[in-house]
C-alpha cells in the first residue's frame, strides 16, 4: 500500500520528499511505486535519517495492517530493503547502542574469487545472535513507529487512499495539498 509509505514519508521529519505515488504495475515485482527523491546529494547519512528511511519503507505494509486486518506479499521488496538498512547500521556503521562502534562485516569478494569455502565469521555465536536481535529490534521498532504514526492519521490515510483509487496516480505537491487540507480539518475540530 504506497499510500502509506507516502504518508510516513511526508509525515517524518528528515525524509526524503514524495514526489509520486501511484498504484499502476510497472514490472513483474512492483504492484506499484512511491518515489522519494532527495533535495540535495549526500554521501553521508545520520542514524536519525537511517531509522526514518526504515521506517517509511514499512508504511505500506502497516498501512495495509491498520486498513485491512492483514498483510500481503506487497512489501516484499520494502522490508528486504528494510532490513538491509538497519543490517548496515548494525554491522558496518557502528549504529549499535547495544553492540557498540563495531565493524562487523566482511568485505564483500567477487563471485568469481568464490571457491566454495567456507569462511567463518570474525566473532563469537552469541555475537551473530546479537547481531540478529538488534536488526530485529531496529525494524520492529520503527514498524510500530510507522503504525503509530498511520494511526493518529488515519482519515489522511484514508482520504489519500479513495484519490489514489479514483486517480491511480497522485503527485507529490497533491499529496501535500491533501494532506495540508486535511490537517486544517482535523484542527479545526
Known amino acids: 500500500m504506497n499510500r502509506g509509505f ?6 517524518i521529519k ?5 514526489q509520486k505515488i501511484s498504484i499502476i504495475p510497472r514490472r513483474i515485482a512492483a504492484l506499484g511505486y512511491t518515489m522519494q527523491v532527495p533535495t540535495e ?3 553521508l547519512m545520520k542514524r536519525t535519517e537511517l531509522l526514518n528511511k526504515i521506517a517509511s519503507l514499512l508504511g505500506g505494509r502497516a498501512a495495509e495492517e491498520i486498513i485491512f486486518g492483514d ?3 506487497g512489501a516484499h521488496n520494502d522490508l528486504s530493503r ?3 538498512i538497519a543490517k548496515s547500521m548494525v554491522k558496518e556503521y557502528g549504529m549499535s547502542n547495544r553492540l557498540g562502534q563495531v565493524y562487523y562485516s566482511r568485505e564483500k569478494r567477487q563471485r568469481f574469487l568464490d571457491l566454495g569455502i567456507q569462511e567463518t565469521a570474525d566473532y563469537s555465536n552469541a555475537t551473530a545472535e546479537a547481531i540478529d536481535e538488534e536488526i530485529r529490534a531496529i525494524v520492529s ?3 510500530a513507529r510507522a503504525v503509530e504514526i498511520l494511526k493518529s492519521k488515519r482519515s489522511i490515510l484514508e482520504k489519500g487512499t479513495e484519490l489514489l483509487l479514483e486517480k491511480e496516480k ?3 505537491s497533491e499529496l501535500r495539498d491533501l494532506l495540508s487540507r486535511q490537517s486544517a ?3 479545526r475540530q
Open 141 to 143: 521498532g520503527e514498524y
Open 41 to 43: 546529494n549526500r554521501f
Open 170 to 172: 497522485i503527485e507529490g
Open 82 to 84: 528494510a532490513t538491509e
Open 14 to 18: 528528515l525524509s526524503d520528499p514524495v
Open 71 to 73: 498483510i500481503s506479499t
Open 6 to 11: 507516502a504518508r510516513i514519508g511526508t509525515d
Open 185 to 187: 480539518v482535523g484542527s
